[in-house]
């Protein structure tokens, strides 16, 4: 401790350089700290489970050109094909498919337009009876659509009037938890909620109602049509190479296009998130080896100059050991000024993160953990140095004198 006073003498005769590493500091932990836990929470958005099994589905879309079909028997005709395949589960036609960042969302409501109500935002679905098998999904509460309840037009004014929903949307638009039977509007076409998955998640991960899904018994065979298809984990890559030979064998006037995995496709839709976290621990690596560096480099800086003052000491019997101490401490003392303004910096550039993007309030551990490994590397970088700089022999010293 009776050190500290004139280290701190010294770090007045030489100011720039500390300055300059407190200010480094600083910036490496606010930066660091907020980015660490950027990816950290990524991460956990990465690995949110979505409530499908999907290594085990996978989409493919069909463009029709040929007329002398019914293309709604024809669909039919494909998806009993596709049921029949050994290997497949169940498939079906989706108006969307999940994961995918493209879909169809509305604001349900509570009650029929004009009047007034609190609307619900959701994605919604147009598939049969099949979805939920497809999917890979079980039904927590109530029923599966009935065959019956199924409605197959090409009239898109004309809806069915039951819904099979996710429970985060039927805990938001009913919360005291009596919301099975109950009816919800999509303007003024009335659904009747039959059934609750108790998760599942629509097009968008990252929307603020990604868990607000709503299922609808409607299909309307189009010249685009999506198919999904659930099959054994093990058994779905040599399905998807014969999918399109399967199907163009069923009717050779159309186009079979991006057969994808449900995995892949929620890869694809993430790939932006991915290019950012590893973005962002590039910066981390980089930040923390310059502010090693820098670190060494103002150590062996010091020490270059003040080889006389070491040498003194040592001639007056300062052991080794006392002057590694001398500029760990000295190192130590920059260091907390920096982890200190630092650790406020990092409080401000939360609180600006969170006010123009999307991202949860920065906790303060990661406050906390990155200025110990801050303060940890840096007691690391001036190790060697000042060990350097304890072998200076005190007659070395004295001829300098």
Same mark, same amino acid.
């Given at each position: ?20 590493? +407190?200010?480094?500091? *600083? =910036? ?5 700290? #907020?980015? %660490? @836990?950027?990816?950290? $929470? ?116 004309? +809806?069915?009037?039951? *819904? =099979? ?5 039927? #805990?938001? %638009? @009913?919360?005291?938890? $009596? ?223």
């Amino acid at each position: 401790m009776l050190e500290i006073k004139p280290i701190f003498n010294a770090l007045r005769r030489s100011k720039v350089g500390a300055v300059l590493l +407190l200010i480094q500091i *600083a =910036i490496t932990t606010a930066i660091v700290s #907020n980015a %660490a @836990f950027i990816i950290n $929470d990524r991460i956990t958005y990465l690995n949110q489970d979505t409530g499908y099994p999907e290594e085990s589905i996978f989409s493919f879309g069909v463009m029709t050109f040929g007329k002398e079909r019914d293309i709604s028997q024809q669909f039919e005709e494909d998806e009993a094909m596709l049921r029949n395949m050994p290997g497949v589960i169940d498939a079906a036609l989706f108006s969307s498919v999940p994961l995918s960042g493209s879909g169809s969302s509305t604001s349900l409501r509570l009650k029929p337009e004009p009047q007034k109500s609190r609307t619900i935002p959701s994605a919604y679905l147009f598939a049969d009876e099949h979805a939920l098998s497809t999917l890979g999904l079980t039904l927590a509460e109530g029923r599966n659509f009935d065959i019956n309840e199924v409605l197959v037009t090409q009239d898109r004014s004309k +809806l069915t009037e039951v *819904a =099979i929903v996710s429970r985060a949307f039927l #805990n938001e %638009a @009913f919360p005291d938890g $009596d919301g099975l039977g109950q009816m919800v509007y999509m303007g003024d076409a009335p659904f009747k909620i039959i059934g609750v998955v108790e998760h599942m998640k629509g097009p968008w991960l990252k929307s603020g109602a990604s868990d607000n899904v709503v299922i609808i018994p409607f299909i309307q065979a189009q010249s685009y049509q999506q198919i999904v298809v659930r099959t054994a984990p093990e058994d779905r890559a040599d399905i998807m190479k014969q999918m399109e030979d399967k199907m163009l064998a069923a009717y050779d006037k159309r186009v079979v296009v991006n057969v994808i995995g449900l995995d892949e496709n929620k890869a694809q839709y993430n790939a932006s998130d991915v290019l950012m976290m590893r973005m962002l621990m590039v910066l981390i690596v980089v930040l923390v080896a310059v502010t090693a560096l820098g670190i060494f480099g103002l150590t062996l800086f010091n020490i270059s100059k003040r080889t006389r003052q070491i040498g003194t000491r040592r001639a007056l019997g300062a052991r080794k050991s006392a002057i590694i101490r001398y500029f760990l401490i000295e190192n130590t003392m920059v260091c907390l000024a920096g982890l200190l303004i630092g650790a406020g910096l990092a409080v401000w550039l939360g609180h600006e993160l969170i006010s123009r993007f999307s991202v949860p309030p920065l906790s303060h551990t990661y406050v906390m953990i990155t200025a110990a490994v801050v303060l940890i590397m840096s007691l690391l970088a001036v190790i060697f140095p000042a060990r350097r700089a304890a072998r200076i022999s005190p007659s070395v010293a004295t001829r300098s004198i």
